[in-house]
């Protein structure tokens, strides 16, 4: 057991250098939220640095967390954003797994877009489309756009709604683990 | 170098002071049987009391040696100030008399100690523990605190330890002292004859310490004396060949049912044979490792995780755990009562304890404690009764076969477990 | 003159004499306290053994660490194990004579469980927001117990069983599918362990209501309830006895209150409560203490009362209390509850004691049935001070480091180590947890696993039990 403590303490040690435990601001433009309605925004987090896929959608999630927070919410809903033919990966039905009574991590699936090197057009991503992420190296990449729509709502969450997201508590869960992309 | 004979010890006599059998006396032996986990209420307690009791679905396996029995039930576990101490209380009540003030620790010398004290010497061994689930530490034999008697793990090692170096057999014609016994003996023989001497240069402390050890070298000295004469016996017993060292022990329920058996006969070939008198047969820890293939909770989880069938009132997967752990009750019964000696048989002069550590596994509940004897003590001990509720302390039951073993103790027990009266019926 | 002024003096003391006899009494001790949990199903309805689900929770209670398929799902939102470990994880090796199913299944589950953050190293039951939640099903139903302790009727609150609007109670909504607390005449199985526990002495507490009106009609009564050092007597048949006598201590865990009485009903002012809390271990065993809290005692006709106590609770006391009498794995995984879901329960439900600091409550509201058994309630001698097991300050002291690390992770949402002492990650049956939720063997102990060598048995004592 001694090791394990050992262990343990070594390990948050490292987590606390690693991930300050609160989240660093944001440079300019790295996230923006655009009114869509009164209680609809698109939520687009930029950068030019790339890291990984999941840590880059984790910030959007905290930043979706902190947004409904802001407004007074106590959980919100991500709209999918699938173009026409992006059908590869299904829509989730109500409760997939059975009774969940939670959210899921796994079905916040915003859209990117990205541009490699040197190249003047974005390029669209979509987790619907059944593409590998990216076509190209992401190292390469020089730009790039997360982007989420999610609506901002009060009172019980729909636990059966696999789009449905509790702000408090995926903002807890990723407060440690998130910084804004540079 | 003179070989000392032993002196004569009340433990030699009978209860009724009858003629002793080939002038030494047939001794009565006492054992413990432990099962964790306790029974099912509703299906062990007979509704009945005294000896016209109705068989029970749990006790059904005891059914050839019913009258041998006694049942009680309702017994109080009264644990005062102490904690309750999950799994270990109800346990270390019922064989020390002393709610524990810690898990794990016995405050006193258990039961089977206590009584060893009295009838076991002069033996080979003071008391020998045997675990038939394969673990040395699951013994709840103990001279106090958090060490137990180690326990023999294995049908193998309970064998060697019984009868393999410095047995002699003594159903053999050609029996003969050991040699290395008789050299020990001088050498000990020499420090005692020292004894004198030294104690009286030392001071308070000193001669406490000493003494402790002259004691110790006297009980090592009355064992070996005992191991440099035949012992009497009357059973027609023969000494078994070695068991296979490849004999599976653990916890499974298949090997249970083989290993149980066959420690019981070696436990009660060396009770028969007089190399011990104390027995103590364990078959699971008390948090009850017992398991089926393919159950995926086994015996104690099922206490705690299988839910209470509102129809039957009872934890059905659990209630048939209990009734195996009384199946082999039932096979150390069996070889007791298989071995005839003088006018009955090693059950007859015996007594055994049965005792568990919880009356409700699933609340880990200790009121209600389960205690089932069985052997008639040499005539000392009534049986065939079902002592129902009476709410006695668990101690009562402790106290009455201590008396019927012949121990001079007045009363049993600390704080409310503290006893003064036997289940005086009881008593022969 | 002197024989008027004597007459005033003997009228003055006749109406004092008179005042002194109307003053009355009544005391109570404890003799069933659970949640008021109001279940929903039939008492004698069964799906095998599993009870009905009904109106409060029509998905049944709690299935967590039930069967492998749930653990999967549970250990499948743990992003850095691999769907090839969490099956393996879920269906651990436990066939034939050799090896012990129970324990595999069980020190496998408690140990993958203890780890489930975002990072391998960070133990889950002491940071609880650092894993995705698994999920606690909630009371659906409308009908609830309790008190409307913010004088509000909102959409959440529940309707009393006599038709109270603006009930106060979402502790039950949050836990009351819970499996150990949930069940027909307070048959949850932690129910009546705490009971079995109370009843056997680990702690007592005690209800004094006097006055100086009549007992059924008085407007100026008081009621006290605390900590009482005398452990619960019981009668011949097992059950609490009545009219015995029990001190009543003025510890932390006691608490004075002005009441009303209507029809022998006593209800009490609102206002902070302390007593003993339910406890199961005797490192539980501490002050329960509900803000803005209330107390109703309606007598029954044989002389009992039940009684109603609520108020609002910190999640933090709820949590812990529930989670660490001996560790989070060892629990949940036997009683088929996961703390994780617990805690995001809590806080979901979370509806008192806002803190402005954080914006959020860290206060839901409760309620605790009490069955009252008649007894005489006095003052202890000298005063004296709730007493202590040493023999169990190991143990408390492993609850109270265990606890004051969850505190300070929560509080901070920095994730904390498990503290030196702590009951986290200790041996179990000799099975320790390793980083990354590994059982792996350590010290044996008597009675521990016969699947251990005798060798790995022999090096100590266990640390704790089942």
């Given at each position: 057991m001694k090791l394990g403590i050992v262990f343990g303490i070594l390990g948050c040690l490292a987590l606390a250098q690693e991930h300050p435990p609160m989240v660093p601001p944001a440079g300019p433009g790295v996230f923006t939220a655009k009114p869509l309605g009164r209680d609809t925004f698109k939520l687009i987090v930029a950068g030019h640095v790339f890291t990984s896929r999941p840590e880059i959608e984790r910030y959007l999630a905290y930043r979706a967390a902190r947004l409904t927070v802001d407004k007074g919410g106590q959980w919100f809903t991500l709209k999918e954003d699938r173009a026409a033919g992006e059908t590869a990966v299904p829509v989730p039905v109500r409760d997939p797994a059975g009774a969940r009574y939670s959210f899921r991590m796994n079905y916040f699936r915003p859209v990117w877009r990205y541009k490699l090197t040197g190249a003047a057009e974005w390029t669209r991503w979509s987790p619907f489309s059944g593409a590998p992420f990216p076509a190209a190296d992401p190292k390469t990449m020089s730009d790039f756009e997360v982007s989420a729509e999610i609506v901002v709502r009060k009172g019980p969450m729909d636990d059966a709604d696999p789009l449905a997201f509790e702000a408090w508590a995926v903002s807890d869960l990723l407060v440690n683990q998130v910084s804004p992309p540079k | 170098m003179a070989v000392m004979g032993l002196p004569f010890l009340d433990c030699f006599l009978n209860s009724k002071g009858q003629a002793q059998t080939g002038g030494r006396p047939l001794p009565t032996r006492f054992g413990t049987f432990f099962w964790g986990c306790g029974l099912t209420h509703s299906l062990w307690i007979p509704k009945k009391a005294g000896t016209d009791w109705e068989m029970t679905t749990q006790l059904k396996p005891l059914e050839p040696f019913r009258k041998k029995l006694n049942a009680f039930s309702?017994?109080?576990?009264?644990?005062?100030?102490?904690?309750?101490?999950?799994?270990?209380?109800?346990?270390?009540?019922?064989?020390?008399?002393?709610?524990?003030?810690?898990?794990?620790?016995?405050?006193?010398?258990?039961?089977?100690?206590?009584v060893a004290e009295v009838i076991g010497k002069g033996v080979r061994f003071r008391s020998v523990a045997a675990s038939a689930s394969g673990d040395p530490k699951q013994s709840y034999s103990s001279l106090g605190g958090s060490n137990a008697l180690p326990a023999e793990a294995t049908p193998l090692s309970l064998y060697l330890r019984l009868f393999g170096a410095g047995f002699q057999d003594p159903t053999k014609g050609d029996w003969k002292p050991d040699p290395r016994i008789l050299l020990q003996k001088s050498v000990l023989s020499a420090v005692a004859e020292d004894r004198h001497r030294v104690m009286q240069n030392l001071g308070a402390a000193d001669r406490a310490r000493m003494d402790q050890y002259f004691t110790s070298v006297r009980q090592t000295e009355l064992q070996m004396e005992a191991e440099l004469q035949r012992p009497t016996i009357e059973a027609k017993v023969a000494i078994p060949e070695a068991p296979s060292k490849d004999i599976l022990v653990n916890n499974a329920w298949p090997n249970?049912?083989?290993?149980?058996?066959?420690?019981?006969?070696?436990?009660?070939?060396?009770?028969?044979?007089?190399?011990?008198?104390?027995?103590?047969?364990?078959?699971?820890?008390?948090?009850?490792?017992?398991?089926?293939?393919?159950?995926?909770?086994?015996?104690?989880?099922?206490?705690?995780?299988?839910?209470?069938?509102?129809?039957?009132?009872?934890?059905?997967?659990?209630?048939?755990?209990?009734?195996?752990?009384?199946?082999?009750?039932?096979?150390?019964?069996?070889?007791?009562?298989?071995?005839?000696?003088?006018d009955g048989t090693l059950l007859d002069h015996s007594v055994v304890m049965a005792f568990t550590d919880q009356s409700y596994a699933r609340i880990h509940s200790v009121d209600g404690l389960p205690v089932l004897t069985a052997g008639g003590a040499s005539g000392r001990l009534k049986t065939g009764y079902h002592v129902a509720g009476d709410n006695s302390p668990v101690s009562r039951v402790g106290l009455t076969l201590q008396k019927a073993l012949g121990v001079s103790v007045d009363s049993w027990g600390k704080d409310s477990l503290q006893v003064r009266t036997p289940y005086t019926d009881l008593l022969a | 003159?002197?024989?008027?002024?004597?007459?005033?003096?003997?009228?003055?003391?006749?109406?004092?004499?008179?005042?002194?006899?109307?003053?009355?009494?009544?005391?109570?001790?404890?003799?069933?306290?659970?949640?008021?949990?109001?279940?929903?199903?039939?008492?004698?309805?069964?799906?095998?053994?599993?009870?009905?689900?009904?109106?409060?929770?029509?998905?049944?209670?709690?299935?967590?660490?039930?069967?492998?398929?749930?653990?999967?799902?549970?250990?499948?939102?743990?992003?850095?194990?691999?769907?090839?470990?969490?099956?393996?994880?879920?269906?651990?090796?436990?066939?034939?004579?050799?090896?012990?199913?129970?324990?595999?299944?069980?020190?496998?589950?408690?140990?993958?469980?203890?780890f489930r953050g975002w990072n391998r190293e960070i133990e889950t039951y002491i940071n609880p927001f650092a894993a995705e939640d698994p999920g606690q099903p909630q009371v659906t139903s409308r009908i609830g117990e309790g008190f409307n302790l913010d004088g509000k009727v909102k959409p959440g609150d529940f309707v009393s069983p006599d038709g109270e609007k603006g009930i106060d109670n979402q502790l039950y909504r949050a836990w009351g599918c819970d499996a150990p607390w949930r069940g027909a005449n307070g048959n949850g199985t932690l129910v009546l362990r705490s009971n079995d526990k109370m009843v056997e002495g680990l702690y007592t507490i005690v209800v004094r209501i006097s006055g100086n009106k009549d007992p059924m009609n008085d407007d100026e009564?008081?009621?006290?309830?605390?900590?009482?050092?005398?452990?619960?007597?019981?009668?011949?048949?097992?059950?609490?006895?009545?009219?015995?006598?029990?001190?009543?201590?003025?510890?932390?865990?006691?608490?004075?209150?002005?009441a009303r009485i209507k029809d022998g009903v006593v209800e009490t002012e609102q206002a902070d409560i302390h007593m003993p809390q339910i406890a199961w271990f005797e490192n539980q065993t501490r002050d329960a203490f509900f803000r803005q809290g209330k107390i109703?005692?309606?007598?029954?006709?044989?002389?009992?009362?039940?009684?109603?106590?609520?108020?609002?609770?910190?999640?933090?006391?709820?949590?812990?209390?529930?989670?660490?009498?001996?560790?989070?794995?060892?629990?949940?995984?036997?009683?088929?509850?996961?703390?994780?879901?617990?805690?995001?329960?809590?806080?979901?439900?979370?509806?008192?004691?806002?803190?402005?600091?954080?914006?959020?409550?860290?206060?839901?509201?409760?309620?605790?049935?009490?069955?009252?058994?008649?007894?005489?309630?006095?003052?202890?001698?000298?005063?004296?001070?709730?007493?202590?097991?040493?023999?169990?300050?190991?143990?408390?002291?492993?609850?109270?480091?265990?606890?004051?690390?969850t505190i300070k992770a929560v509080d901070t949402l920095i994730p904390q180590p498990v503290p030196a002492g702590s009951g986290e990650l200790t041996?179990?049956?000799?099975?320790?947890i390793g980083v990354g939720g590994v059982p792996i063997r350590g010290r044996g102990g008597r009675g521990a696993r016969a699947t251990s060598s005798t060798e790995e048995k022999a090096k100590g004592p266990s640390d704790e039990r089942r």
């Open positions: - | 309702g017994l109080r576990v009264p644990l005062d100030s102490k904690p309750n101490g999950q799994h270990w209380s109800g346990l270390a009540a019922a064989s020390t008399g002393i709610a524990p003030a810690r898990s794990g620790e016995f405050e006193s010398k258990t039961i089977d100690q206590q249970l049912e083989v290993v149980t058996p066959l420690m019981a006969r070696l436990g009660a070939i060396a009770l028969a044979t007089d190399q011990t008198r104390v027995f103590n047969l364990s078959v699971s820890s008390p948090q009850n490792q017992m398991f089926k293939p393919g159950d995926p909770l086994g015996f104690h989880q099922s206490t705690h995780e299988e839910g209470v069938d509102p129809k039957l009132g009872y934890q059905v997967r659990v209630a048939q755990y209990n009734l195996e752990s009384m199946q082999l009750f039932a096979a150390l019964l069996k070889e007791l009562d298989a071995i005839q000696e003088g | 003159m002197l024989q008027s002024t004597l007459k005033v003096c003997c009228v003055t003391l006749l109406a004092v004499a008179g005042a002194e006899a109307a003053r009355w009494e009544k005391g109570y001790v404890v003799a069933f306290y659970d949640p008021a949990y109001r279940f929903g199903g039939r008492a004698d309805y069964s799906r095998g053994t599993d009870i009905e689900p009904g109106v409060d929770c029509p998905r049944g209670s709690t299935v967590h660490f039930a069967v492998p398929q749930q653990v999967a799902q549970s250990l499948s939102l743990v992003r850095w194990r691999s769907p090839k470990e969490v099956e393996e994880l879920a269906n651990p090796p436990a066939t034939g004579l050799t090896r012990d199913p129970a324990g595999v299944y069980f020190h496998t589950w408690r140990a993958a469980s203890a009564a008081t009621l006290e309830i605390g900590y009482s050092p005398d452990q619960i007597v019981k009668d011949a048949r097992g059950n609490v006895g009545a009219d015995y006598s029990y001190r009543l201590l003025h510890s932390e865990q006691y608490t004075k209150l002005k109703r005692v309606a007598p029954n006709a044989d002389g009992t009362a039940a009684g109603l106590v609520g108020g609002y609770r910190d999640f933090r006391d709820l949590y812990t209390q529930n989670a660490f009498a001996q560790s989070g794995g060892v629990q949940g995984v036997r009683e088929h509850e996961d703390h994780v879901a617990l805690y995001y329960a809590l806080r979901r439900n979370a509806d008192g004691m806002y803190n402005p600091k954080t914006g959020r409550y860290d206060g839901i509201s409760s309620a605790y049935r009490l069955k009252l058994v008649p007894a005489f309630v006095v003052e202890p001698d000298k005063p004296m001070d709730i007493p202590s097991r040493i023999s169990e300050a190991r143990r408390r002291q492993a609850f109270d480091v265990t606890a004051a690390a041996a179990t049956d000799g099975i320790e």
